[in-house]
Structure formats: C-alpha cells, structure tokens
C-alpha cells in the first residue's frame, strides 16, 4: 500500500467510523445511562431509513422528510418509553431483552405489511450528489463527508448537553441513583422519557442519513445493531466520548482489517473489542 | 354383523366404481405438495413470487397437478438453516407431502435435502444455487428448476474474456455461494485467456464496501467482476457509481445483482451488464402469455422467481401426468421428468443427468427498470455437476 491509498484508505476508516458514531450514540444513552438492553436499536434504524424513503415519496424533497422524521421518531420514542419502557427500570435485565427482542419481530412484520419487502433506495440529495475527484479514477461522494460533519457536531452536541446543561446534570444524577434524585423533587420519569426518546430519535437519525449510501432493505437494523453494541462496550458504557473513540477504533480495524488480513476481516472486530476488555475491563473510558 | 358387511360391499363397490370412472383410486385423493419457503425476512418477497408462480401453473392446469388436485402444505423457513431440518422433517412425515418444493437460500436447501434423501422423498429446488445440489450431493428424488452457481458466472467468464478484458479484479462475500460464482466465472474468464489479478472478499452480509473501492482505483484492472444480491447489491452499485468507478472501470456480475433492485440503485444502474437464465423483453410466445396472466393474477411483473416457481409445478405435473397421478409408481415418474422438455418462460429446457437445467444463459443490460436481454452468450449450458454420481 502506497502512502496515498493510505490516506485514502484512513479517510474511508474516519469516515465509517463517524457513521458507526452516529449509529451507537444512541445506544450508549439508552444502554449506557438508563441501563436498558435495548435489542431494538437497531429497528429503530431501520425504521429511520424507511420513514426517509416513505417521507422522501411523500413530499418530494428529503430534506424535508428528515424534519418530519425527527419529531416523528421523538414522538415514538417517548410513546413507547410510556407504554413499555416505564414498566421495566425495576426488572431484570431478562424481561429487557424478551421485551425489546419481541420489538423487533413486531417492526419487522409491521414493515414488511406496510411497505412490501422489497429493496428501495433514496436518491442523494441534489445539491451532495457530487464527488470529489482524488486521483484519476477514484473520487469521494461529498454526501458520506457531509454525514460526517454531520456526525462530529452530532458528538460535540450530545457531550454538551450531558455534561454542560441541568438537563445533563440531572441525566447523570438520574443514572447514579434514581431514588435519589427523585426525592430531590426532579421528576425522573420525565427525564428518563425525553433521554429514551431521544436515544430512539438518534438511531432514526441515523437510519435516515444512512439511507441514500446504504439503500433501504429488510433486516438492515440487525446488521448495526451488533457492532453498536461492540462500541458500546468498547467505548465505557454511557461514555458519549468513549463512544465516539470506540467508533474510529472499530472504522480502522474493519478498513485496514478488510485491505490487510481479508481472510480474518470478520473477525477483527471483535478480536479489537477482546484485546481492549483485557486491558480496560470497563471499556477505554467508564463514566465517572 | 349384517350392516357391517353390507356397508363394507358397499365400499368396495364404491370403490370399484371409482377406479372404472378414474382408472386410480389415487386420482381421487389430493396430491399434497409441501412448499417451504421464505415469507418473513429479506428473502420473503423472493418466496412469494415462487409460490404465485406455482400456483399460476396449477391454475393455468385447471387446478390440478397430474390429473389430482392441488393440497397445499406451507411452512416458512424464515431462511433459516438451524431450523431447516425440523420444518422438513415436518412437511415429510407429519404432513406425509407427495412433493416437496423448496428454497431460496442455500444453506436451507442443502439442509432438506437431506432429510428429503433420507425418507427418498421427491425434491424440488426452485432458487437454491449451491453447485452441491446438482454436484456431490446429487440425487435421484432431487431436480432444481432454477440454476446452479456455477452456470451464469461460467457465462460471464466467457463475455468478459471475449471482450477483450485482461486483468480483472473479483469481489464477493466470503460464503459458499459467493465462492462458487467467482470460481464459475474464473474457469471460463482464465480458459478466454483473461487474469485475475486480486479475488476479494469481506464477510457475509457486511456492506461498507469503500476499502475495496480505494483498492479496485489503486489496481487500475481492466473491468470488475462481482457477485452481490439483495440490499447489499444495491448500495454496491450505488457506492461503484459514487466513487466515480462505473465511468473508467466496467462493472459486470452474475446472477442476481440487478434483479428486483434496479428502483433502489436509480441512476447507478444503467447500463450495468450481467447474465441470467431469465430476463426482460424474452419475445417467445410462452413467455408472454406468461407474463400477462402473471400480471393479471398478482397485479405485479414476475420476475425470475416466479417463473422457477412456475417451472417448479410445471416439471412435476409432467412426471405425475406420465404416472396417472399414482405417486407409488417414482422411477417412472423420475424418468418423465428427467426426459421433458419444459417450456419455461425462459425458453425450453431439459434436466441434466444431475437434474439441473441444461438452459441457455442470457447477458442482460439496465435499461430504465428493466433487465434487457441483448444477447445468448450460452446456449443450453450444462452444469459440469462435478462430484455426482447420477
């Protein structure tokens, strides 16, 4: 590998990293703060993606569809924290899993009755169509560097909110110890409501961008919804930093993985998250 | 004591009755054919375009397969390999099915089929490509109506040498099927006088296909060859497209890269080649009326999986036709159906000595939503079937 196809190979490894961020941010609210084992997270990607693909038919413009889309998955977020979630801070980390294993089933069967089970695919937007040219016959679509920008200020926006605004601050406490900081008079079930919702509304997010480079297909939620986890554990469960460092760990070994040892690429992942349990058995940063 | 006997010669006179009006007491019971297919998950659409294809035929048949009705047994497989065995071994002996038609994934079928080779129960594969069906793990009581692996990438191997094209990069998952399309398109691209230069691979079902991209630009090979399907297939054209690839280096695949994803490439599919057993603007008299009363059931196009489904019912009627519906009499019913010629919507084809079609390859080309046939690059092609002993 020449030293050029090595930066380009590092900027598609940043760049898949960034995208894997965005994707596991979410969870590392749901999982990592309220302590659910969220097996959903990765329908609610796919849910994204094909609400951008139904909103994109609806309205003609995707940008739009995702300004529908977000309060859309805010919406269903916090729904279901109220109809389901609520019941489940005080059980085992089992009746979770049924619960949220059954989501997936149910949203599943829901998308395949409302939209056919057909491979669908949204165009990129006008104005990102275009590709940079970086050498004679490679070039890089501007819309994957736009979704990483758009995951950076993503990742600066989540730390601020948890560690610089009272709703941060009470989303920690909340995180350390419920009872308490319920008898302080903070309303945690609120609180809970708004970081499941917005945990659900990420993912959703995520699926959308994702959608015009990913197309939009049955069973796209499970693929993700594996590695998040990897990055997750990785990163320091509830650590937004963690997260975003576990990300570009794993968008390094899986690139350089795929160029380098093709015969193991499948595995380097998770040889990446076992090499770093062993040294850091919390993941690379534990919240504090 | 006399009712009882009076009711018994009654019976055999009713009986009588049946086998001087039908020729069979078999003719009067349903034949029970058992499909186990996919109807939930990413194949589903595939297995219900299989199944309205089947029963296309049966219907166009006047309902009935070899002169019996129809009883349908369904079982959705969900695609699932760890559940194969148990749901066939239902079909088989709870349902006790006449024939079993099944699936779209490879991993499924391989697994039926051998619960089907144990109990010697008639097989149908009406989309599985695993070469070991029709190869090692061929079969008296198995027939495939679709394709192997091996045969449209065989056929790509030839169009690609006979291009001109020299130098050739290859990309696919690394599962068994993926392997078998670069290893059919390999043995005709490097007969052609054709070298590949690097085979890659990145593990099932991943799709961040931009390493390979930044590799494939760094190689400057002459054209890409790839076996993708599904979702995965779909972003790959789009990534190729992207990155600028699909104006300087040719993409070409086997197989099912283009089929029920051309909406969701859009633009990043024009013009992409690719070879089939079945494709788009085939003028044949068979396939159009085909067409039409498809499109008049289902209120949908078929595509190459309904017209396996359709070929599926088709190649079993012949051999229960050629019985008069008795099941009991199998090495005959075997032998019509190794000896017919099906007229597919494809166009006629017979079963190789290993029970695969011995068909014609078509190269097919994007244009706007369909999958233009422009050419025959092999005319009723055989699958080597290396490893059966049939």
Known sequence: MDFYSFLIQSLNALQYGLLLFLVASGLTLVFGIMGIINLAHGSFYMIGAYLAFALTSLTGNFFVAILLGIP?????GAALEALLFAHLYKRDHLEQVLLTYGLILIFEEVRSLLLGDDVHGIPVPEIFAASIPLNDTLSYPVYRLVISAVCIVLAVGLYWLIQRTRLG???????????????????????YRTVFALGVALAALAGMLAAPISSVFPGMGSQVLIISFVIVVIGGIGSVWGALIAALIIGFADTFGKVLLPDFAGLIVYLVMAVVLLWRP??????? | MKTTLKGFTRHVLLAAAALGAAGLAHAQEKVKVGLML?????????????????????????GKLGGREVEYFVVDDESDPAKATENAKKLI?????????????????????????????????????????????????????SFSMWQPSYAMGKVMAAKGHKKVV??????????????????????????????????????????????????????????????????????????????????????????????????????????????????????????????????AQPDVYAVQGYDAAQAFNVGLTAVKGDTSKR????????????DSPRGPFTFSKAHNPVQNIYLRKVEGRENKVIDTPEKSLADPARGCKL
């Open chain 1, 72 to 76: 859309l998955a805010l919406a269903f």
């Open chain 1, 169 to 191: 601050m009470m989303i920690r406490a909340g995180s350390h110890d419920r009872d308490m900081v319920q008898s302080l008079g903070i309303d945690i079930n609120r609180i």
């Open chain 1, 282 to 288: 919390e993941g690379i940063l534990k919240k504090g």
């Open chain 2, 38 to 62: 996919p109807y939930t998950g990413t194949y589903a659409s595939l297995g219900n375009a299989i199944t309205n294809g089947f029963k296309q035929f049966v219907s166009e048949n006047g």
């Open chain 2, 93 to 145: 002996k709870r349902d006790n099915v006449d024939v079993l038609v099944g699936t779209v994934h490879s991993g499924v079928a391989l697994a039926m089929s051998k619960v089907a080779r144990e109990n010697k129960t008639l097989m149908i594969v009406p989309n599985a490509g695993a070469d070991e069906l029709t190869g090692p793990l061929c079969d008296a009581n198995l027939f495939r109506t």
């Open chain 2, 170 to 299: 290859t990309l696919t998952w690394k599962y068994a099927g993926g392997q078998q399309a670069v290893d059919g398109f390999k043995e005709a691209f490097e007969k052609g006088g054709g070298k590949v230069l690097k085979d890659m691979t990145l593990p099932f079902p991943n799709v961040e296909f931009q390493p390979f991209l930044t590799e494939i630009a760094a190689l400057k090979p002459d054209a890409v060859y790839v076996f993708f399907a599904g979702g995965g297939a779909a972003k790959f054209a789009k990534d190729y497209a992207a990155a600028g690839l699909k104006n300087s280096i040719p993409l070409y695949a086997s197989g099912f890269l283009t089929d029920g994803t051309i909406d969701a490439m859009g633009e990043a599919s024009q013009g992409l080649l690719t070879t089939l057993h079945y494709g788009d603007g085939l003028d044949s008299a068979k396939n159009n009326a085909f067409r039409l009363n498809y499109a008049k059931s289902y209120k």
């Open chain 2, 331 to 342: 090495a005959e019913l075997i032998k019509a159906m190794e000896t017919a010629k099906i």
